[in-house]
């Protein structure tokens, strides 16, 4: 079926001497694979840079359900990005969401809603001069939301505890060691109720949002089979 859709880039791997593997979320498709050709003259429609993570895209394929590997026709720039391949705090941001996609979005299928969030998210960190230190610990906690695990904030003010395993808030020390105590559960309170244009009036040192990157990783961890280790994460830490 030839279709034409939205697309964000994810992953890609080498694949023989011209071939590459390429993951990417789509908004027709979900999560989707592609093994593409790429010529090695300059004349050709697939260029290797537009398969860089988190590159916007219009495609068209050929999609075929029960393939594996879906075959690309053809590939454009749907945003050319102006800031996050010459920021190299952006540019870290950027590979560390692309791997906490990778595997957020493992067997995700259509989700419009999902989607527009991402394209809209990775737009706004392309466009923001200032300010976007906590825009990853927004990311993750709002794309909880779209995954089925958002967190209960139902008499949050009440409660003193935060119970990973449930995604809520408790007045009681739940009988398992995935919680935050009052300090860490406070944060947590405070980010979810922050959007990307108030992010920067949470005053946190380097230390401390590592560590609630740590946490909100945690989460993940606890709600989404196999989500590993990041490997891009020393390299957040150290910006």
Same mark, same amino acid.
């Given at each position: ?5 939205? %697309?964000?880039?994810? *992953?890609?791997?080498?694949?023989? #001497?011209? +071939? @590459? $593997?390429?993951d990417m979320l789509t908004e027709s498709f979900g999560r989707t694979s592609f093994i593409i050709r ?52 952006k540019l870290s941001i950027a590979m560390f969401l692309s791997e906490f996609l990778i595997h957020a979005?493992?067997?995700? %299928?259509?989700?419009? *809603?999902?989607?527009?969030?991402? #394209?809209? +998210? @990775? $737009? ?97 961890r606890l709600h989404v089979p196999s989500f590993p280790e990041l490997k891009s994460l020393p390299v957040?830490?150290?910006?």
């Open positions: 079926m030839l279709s034409n859709t939205k %697309a964000i880039v994810l *992953h890609s791997l080498k694949y023989g #001497e011209q +071939s @590459i $593997i390429v790429i010529p090695k003259t300059s004349r050709g429609k697939l260029k290797k840079q537009f398969f860089q993570p988190l590159t916007l895209l219009d495609i068209e394929l050929d999609y075929r359900p029960r393939m594996q590997l879906q075959h690309l026709r053809d590939a454009r720039l749907s945003t050319a990005f102006v800031s996050i391949p010459f920021s190299p705090a979005t493992k067997n995700e %299928a259509e989700n419009s *809603h999902l989607f527009e969030f991402v #394209e809209k +998210s @990775i $737009i706004y960190l392309d466009s923001v001069e200032s300010g976007y230190a906590n825009f990853h610990l927004i990311f993750m906690l709002r794309f909880s939301m779209f995954v089925g695990f958002y967190p209960n904030l139902d008499d949050a003010d009440k409660d003193i505890f935060f119970d990973l395993r449930e995604g809520s808030f408790t007045s009681m020390i739940p009988p398992h060691p995935d919680f935050l105590v009052q300090e860490e559960a406070k944060s947590i309170k405070l980010l979810m109720r922050l959007s990307y244009s108030t992010m920067h009036l949470f005053s946190i040192t380097r230390a401390q949002r590592n560590r609630i990157t740590e946490v909100i990783l945690w989460y993940y957040l830490q150290s910006l």
